[in-house]
């Protein structure tokens, strides 16, 4: 073997094990692996998962709260007005130099698969998607890099956005992005819609859009997207971001819209502490959470994930990131509190943001990647607690990343 990491705790297995690896792939995973190895890791009966997968991050943007000035009113119309000032003097290799800090903050924390999303439209042309290609060279040793490309400023509304679109996939970009919410009318929305799955249809790529991402209960587009997904056969290809307005809807069109999501198949990432901050500023009490019906699509068998979305940017002022620190915020924001409602969060950054990308060969396993983390507890419920250092990681089956914390308590 090349590597061996000993004492492993995995997820629903009460026996420690040894995961030997080969070759960048699992080998074996058993107790006791009577095996030697050029290297040996001792997870000493710590958690060992799959690489944190995050499926939706803006890394264009990340770390411009550096520089910009302060979001007064706290909302999404004034986070999007203070990023066109920098989005029109964008230069790739700035962007590429942002995003890459973020990046490696990410991987430290475990993350080895980053879906990053890069403007792509009239004011900011193609440099923060060549920007984040230029990222995903960079890295391709130490993550996995899919770069979406995104209308942020609409497409109907914003004119020579669709060529715009078509040129980033031409140069690279991995999946075709929108906002169809965004939109002026109900109308340009569902046309928004139509022209995403031309461009996916035309590259053969699959799409994360953006969806009804307000607090008006009118914004409807996630229905024509999850009819669009049935229409067009795209089941299992498509990701919706956001969905807060659904926590607007009544109940029984609640219903029958989860009811069309699950039959299309398509994933719903929550990125709900982004809502918790953006969503119904105008409310004065009770004030709503704003956030997509995570509960109900869980129980209806939905995909769902959560993203970190943003990193200290016009609209989030925190963000590391760190995906064991995006589940904590959903367990919070979408009261999954009970055992088994903290295994499903933990899905939601692992196993469910790995199936909405498609990954193959992901997870722990005999033939899959050797993409590993070792999470420095022993339980998934202590993980989510302590967030504590992720001691080791490992892409590929070589090391990566390494992090020890030395603290000491004078007393009592
Ligand atoms: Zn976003």
């Given amino acids: 073997m090349n590597l061996l990491v000993r004492n492993a705790r995995l997820r629903g297995r009460d026996q420690l094990v040894d995961i030997g690896i080969e070759q960048g792939r699992i080998a074996a995973v058993a107790p006791d692996l009577a095996a030697s190895a050029a290297e040996t890791i001792d997870a000493a009966g710590d958690l060992v998962v799959p690489g944190f997968v995050n499926l939706h991050l803006h890394a264009d943007k990340a770390l411009l709260g550096e520089v910009m000035r302060p979001n007064v009113s706290g909302t999404l119309p004034e ?75 609409g497409i109907v509304r914003d004119p020579g956005a669709a060529e715009l679109l078509d040129e980033a996939l031409k140069q690279g970009c991995d999946v075709v992005g929108g906002l169809p919410w965004y939109e002026y009318t109900d109308a340009e929305a569902r046309q928004h819609i139509d022209i995403c799955f031309d461009l996916a249809k035309q590259h053969d790529l699959d799409v994360h859009m953006l969806v009804d991402d307000t607090d008006d209960a009118n914004s409807r587009s996630l229905e024509y997207l999850a009819l669009k997904t049935m229409r067009e056969g795209f089941h299992g290809r498509v990701t919706a971001s956001h969905c807060g307005a659904m926590a607007g809807y009544n109940d029984v069109y609640a219903a029958k819209i989860i009811d069309m999501v699950a039959s299309a198949n398509v994933t719903i990432s929550a990125n709900t502490h982004i809502n918790l901050v953006c969503s119904a500023r105008l409310d004065r009490e009770p004030k709503r959470r704003g956030i997509a019906r995570v509960k109900e699509l869980l129980a209806r068998g939905v995909n769902v994930v959560s993203s970190q979305d943003d990193v200290d940017d016009p609209y989030y002022p925190f ?22 409602e903290l295994e499903q ?26 993409d590993l983390v070792v999470v420095g507890a022993p339980s998934v419920r202590q993980a989510l607690r302590l967030q504590p250092p992720r001691r080791h990681v490992i892409k590929n089956g070589v090391e990566i990343a390494r992090t020890s914390v030395a603290q000491e308590l004078r007393g009592p």
């Fill in 345 to 370: 969060v933990f899905d939601m950054v692992t196993a469910n943001a790995a199936r909405a990308a498609r990954l193959a060969d992901y997870g722990i396993a005999p033939g899959n990647k050797a």
């Fill in 319 to 340: 963000g590391k990131p760190d995906q064991l620190e995006v589940a904590l915020m959903m367990a919070h924001t979408a009261q999954l509190t009970l055992p088994h």
């Fill in 79 to 153: 986070a999007i007005e203070i990023t066109n000032d920098f989005k029109r003097k964008y230069d790739p290799q700035e962007v590429a130099r942002r995003a890459g800090r973020v990046i490696e903050t990410g991987i430290r924390n475990g993350t080895t698969f980053f879906r990053l999303f890069a403007d792509v439209g009239t004011i900011g042309g193609l440099r923060a998607a060549q920007g984040l290609l230029l990222v995903r060279e960079k890295y391709a040793r130490l993550c996995d890099i899919q770069v979406v490309a995104f209308p942020q400023e």
